[in-house]
Each structure stands twice: as structure tokens, then as C-alpha cells.
């Protein structure tokens, strides 16, 4: 497999990195019942995953007043961070990848829908801080799809859109850096399926996560 020639690779969170998707359906089917509204299903919820809290919401009940809409957020947030003595796994796989591409050379970056406050937690609990160039999220820019926290990725590790790839699980993921002009790695062991994530034209598709290395050592 022929090495694909970059110098930063941005990783999304949640479904990439870290299996998350579960819990974070359990907690939104939480405040959706904490705000009563209609319960969705799993995959209604887990479509979101990847988006900021405030365009998740929206896209889940379009038609939910604003006032409800930061109820539900909060709720969601205590339920999640009431889990958050046991973090989610990492992929099986992905701490040995990370730590050999900063072996190689290359500068990691995260751009995730998470908020900043609960990155840092993820970071801190597993001892990461000093692994990724620079990390941006949902809540101090511009939520996913939206090319914003690329471009600022990109100006802050100084380099340029054409050495950057953008590995993700989801067609947030993809749209994104499409918008961005960055290439994109799209991995099937999350949210969303091989086809939806095949129409961004990424440059490859993992199927395993080994394929991430594969690609780009």
C-alpha cells in the first residue's frame, strides 16, 4: 500500500478514536425523557454524534424552543459526565498507532464536537496532553461541518490544507474536510456507513483499524 505524504493528521473523537456512540445514545435518550420529549431511535441519535451539542439538538427536534433546548444540553451533560469515572474505550489498536505516528514525525491534531471542557477531561484521564499538536472543539468555533476548526488546525501547526489529512468516522467528518480542501481517511467502525462516507471521496476507507498505519507508515 503505497504511504500517503502528510505532515499533520487530525483526528476526530468520538467514533474514531474512542467507542463512545453507545453511551452518548443512552444519554441523549436520558434528556430526551429529562425534557419529555419523544423517545428516537438509535440510530436517529447516533446520526448526530459528531456535531455540536446545539446542532445535534436542533437536527434531532427542529422544532424544540431555544429555552429547551439548553434544558436538554444541560441534562445530557450531567448524565454524561456522571459516567465519566469510567471513560469510554479506546478502539482496540488506536493508543499504539498514535503513539508510533508522533514517533515518525508527524504533528496530531484533534477537531471533534465535543466540548473544550469535556476534551480536556478525556485528555487528562488518560494522561494525553502532550500527544496532540493542537485540538479544537465544538464550542469555541464552529461546529462540524462547517470547515472553520481546519483552517484554524491548519494555522496554528502552520502548515498547509494540502499536507493535512482528516481521519473520521462520520460524513461530518468528510464534508468538512472537503469544504476545507484537506483530504480525508474515512473509517467504518463508527457512526456512519461505508457508502454514506464513500460519497466525500476520501482518499481511502479503513476497514480495519491497521489500515490507518497502513496508510500513512
Given at each position: ?69 439548553h434544558v436538554f ?18 478502539f482496540s489498536g ?49 461546529s462540524k461541518p ?72
Amino acid at each position: 500500500m503505497e504511504v500517503l505524504p502528510y505532515k499533520l493528521v487530525v483526528f476526530d473523537w468520538d467514533g474514531t478514536l474512542v467507542d463512545s456512540a453507545e453511551r452518548i445514545v443512552e444519554c441523549l435518550r436520558y434528556a430526551s425523557q429529562n425534557v419529555r420529549l419523544p423517545l428516537l431511535s438509535d440510530s436517529e441519535y447516533s446520526n448526530i454524534i459528531g456535531l455540536g451539542m446545539f446542532e445535534a439538538i436542533r437536527q434531532l427536534y427542529p422544532d424544540l424552543p431555544e429555552s429547551d433546548i439548553h434544558v436538554f444540553r444541560d441534562a445530557y451533560r450531567d448524565e454524561f459526565l456522571g459516567r465519566s469515572h469510567e471513560p469510554s474505550p479506546f478502539f482496540s489498536g488506536i493508543p499504539d498507532i498514535l503513539s508510533l505516528l508522533q514517533r515518525k514525525g508527524y504533528s496530531l491534531a484533534v477537531a471533534t464536537g465535543k466540548s473544550r471542557k469535556g476534551l480536556a477531561r478525556e485528555l487528562d484521564v488518560r494522561d494525553m496532553d502532550g500527544l496532540f499538536h493542537a485540538t479544537r472543539c465544538a464550542d469555541e468555533t464552529r461546529s462540524k461541518p462547517d470547515p472553520m476548526m481546519l483552517h484554524q488546525l491548519v494555522t496554528e501547526v502552520r502548515c498547509q490544507p494540502e499536507d493535512v489529512l482528516m481521519i473520521g468516522d462520520s460524513i461530518y467528518d468528510m464534508e468538512m474536510a472537503a469544504s476545507a480542501g484537506i483530504d480525508r481517511l474515512a473509517v467504518t467502525w463508527g457512526v456512519h456507513d461505508r457508502s454514506r462516507l464513500a460519497s466525500y471521496a476520501p482518499v481511502r476507507i479503513a476497514e480495519r483499524v491497521s489500515d490507518i498505519s497502513d496508510s500513512l507508515l
